[in-house]
């Protein structure tokens, strides 16, 4: 089983940025295939970013592209998304995701694990 914890949400004016992180166990982390998805009040779980098992590629949802890096560092178990420029429209419970295998996943049925979210707003 793979356990992940999100950090690094908080509050933020317009324009600023967050770096959050996300602490993965229980697997080699090099073998996970890793994202983020949002999920802002009353609406469906969003893709955000999702990053390759070695970290050269990535794939970024149109909104936050330009604005938001993903990365990874498979020593120490880490995922990471940096978030600059935000808008309120960014205001969402942002969530780690992984699974096992290859590829890069942008739909929220294909990872099978989860964590608790971290909460970003972005105020006006």
């Known amino acids: 089983q793979v356990q992940l914890v999100e950090s690094g949400g908080g509050l933020v004016q317009a324009g600023g940025s967050l770096r959050l992180s996300c602490a993965a166990s229980?697997?080699?982390?090099?073998?996970?295939?890793i994202g983020w998805f949002r999920q802002a009040a009353g609406k469906k779980r969003e893709f955000v970013a999702a990053i390759s098992r070695s970290g050269g590629n990535a794939n970024y949802a149109d909104s936050v592209k330009g604005r938001f890096t993903i990365s990874r560092d498979n020593d120490k178990n880490t995922l990471y998304l940096l978030m600059n420029s935000l808008k309120p429209e960014d205001t969402a419970v942002y969530y780690c995701?992984?699974?096992?295998?290859?590829?890069?996943?942008?739909?929220?049925?294909?990872?099978?694990?989860w964590g608790q979210g971290t909460q970003v707003s972005v105020s006006s």
């Open positions: 229980g697997r080699t982390f090099s073998s996970l295939a």
């Open positions: 995701t992984a699974r096992e295998g290859w590829g890069i996943w942008e739909s929220p049925v294909e990872y099978n694990h």
